[in-house]
């Protein structure tokens, strides 16, 4: 059941993702690699966390592997992480696109006033 | 817009070098006067404190002035933008220090008008003799992180004696703004398919370009960019 419970509440999150992935691309706002590694990085993450019931069910016993089921910390935890990395990727993104601006911006007005200072 | 016919852009990225730019300025215009190029000196004064840009003006240079200062990557990508709305067929990037022989960046440029590749480097490592052995050390290893990282041979990473061609002047971007834009220009030259070539070049090392150079701390800040950059866009 707490799985579940995992899943429901981390799944919102990556179609969320999904959705900003897809749409960010179609606007054309990022390039197909970075399309490409975003999805990877996001399916990762939910095949990882639908898949964490079996893996612990391998793992019970396991004298290495061995640990107590998925407290409901646990959970807020994970999903917590799950989150954390959605805003982070997506701010990091903002700002690397913010950065690129101010620079072509700087660099064009640089060039343009320096045009304009050769004709005067 | 120039004529496209040997039509070639000298791009000198500057950071207070007031006290040798004029003499950069007068040597490239003596050499350059006398070959069948269309040229122009391009100064990217990058937001120095000094009299570099009036000076660079009054010997006869094109400046763009940067109103801040954004580094060395910042100042090239710049002149290389100018180079390219400007219509130019061939630009050179050098050291505004008076490092780099005249007849070298003569060289370089014939090389490319004969197509030898896309981005050409003159490389001041394949004979080092004159430079010390720290520096030879420091950009030996410099160059052995670039094909490390992004996979790209050459021996000279680090050398600010470029030659690009049209190509080149459109294709080519990077994100890096400090000295680490050396190396990720090789990549991304690699990345858009261009072909990269080196030449061997001649550096002069007067007493005055061996204290502006790149001191080896640097060097490390320049391998932490990198192999940030590398793993940044490993999830881009």
Redesign the interface.
């Known amino acids: 059941m707490r799985y579940i419970i995992l899943v429901l509440l981390v799944a919102p999150i990556v179609l969320l993702a999904f959705i900003n992935i897809v749409t960010q691309y179609k606007l054309g706002k990022i390039?197909r690699?970075?399309f490409r590694?975003?999805m990877v990085?996001w399916l990762t993450i939910i095949i990882v966390v639908i898949g964490s019931f079996p893996i612990y069910n391998y793992s019970v016993g396991k004298p290495l592997l061995d640990s107590s089921e998925l407290s409901l910390f646990d959970i807020a935890q994970t999903v917590a992480i799950v989150y954390l990395v959605y805003i982070i990727?997506n701010h990091?993104r903002k700002i690397?696109q913010n950065e690129?601006t101010i620079?072509d911006l700087?660099?064009?007005?640089?060039?343009r006033?320096?045009k304009k200072?050769?004709k005067s | 817009m120039v004529s496209q016919r040997h039509s070639v852009c000298l791009i000198i990225p500057a950071y207070n070098e007031a006290a040798v730019i004029a003499e950069v300025i007068k040597n490239l215009n003596k050499a350059f006067s006398k070959t069948k190029f269309i040229y122009e000196i391009v100064v990217i004064d990058d937001g120095s404190k000094d009299d570099t840009a009036k000076i660079s003006k009054t010997a006869g240079a094109h400046v763009i002035q940067h109103i801040l200062n954004v580094g060395s990557g910042g100042a090239t990508a710049t002149g290389l933008s100018y180079a390219k709305q400007s219509g130019y067929t061939i630009a050179a990037t050098l050291d505004a220090d008076g490092q780099h022989n005249v007849k070298d960046v003569i060289k370089g440029i014939e090389l490319m008008n004969e197509g030898a590749a896309d981005l050409l480097i003159g490389s001041r490592l394949i004979d080092s003799e004159g430079m010390s052995r720290i520096k030879v050390v420091g950009n030996r290893g410099l160059s052995m992180i670039t094909f490390l990282t992004f996979g790209v041979k050459v021996t000279d990473s680090q050398s600010g004696l470029r030659i690009f061609s049209k190509k080149a002047l459109e294709n080519l971007k990077w994100k890096t703004a400090g000295y680490e834009f050396c190396s990720e220009m090789l990549w991304r030259a690699k990345q858009q398919g261009l072909a990269i070539k080196e030449y061997p070049i001649k550096a002069i090392y007067t007493e005055y370009s061996q204290s502006k150079g790149q001191n080896n701390w640097n060097a490390i800040n320049i391998v932490r960019s990198l192999i940030q950059r590398r793993i940044v866009e490993m999830f881009e």
């Open positions: 390039s690699s970075r590694h975003q990085l990727n990091r690397e690129h620079r700087h660099q064009e007005i640089s060039i006033l320096s200072d050769g």
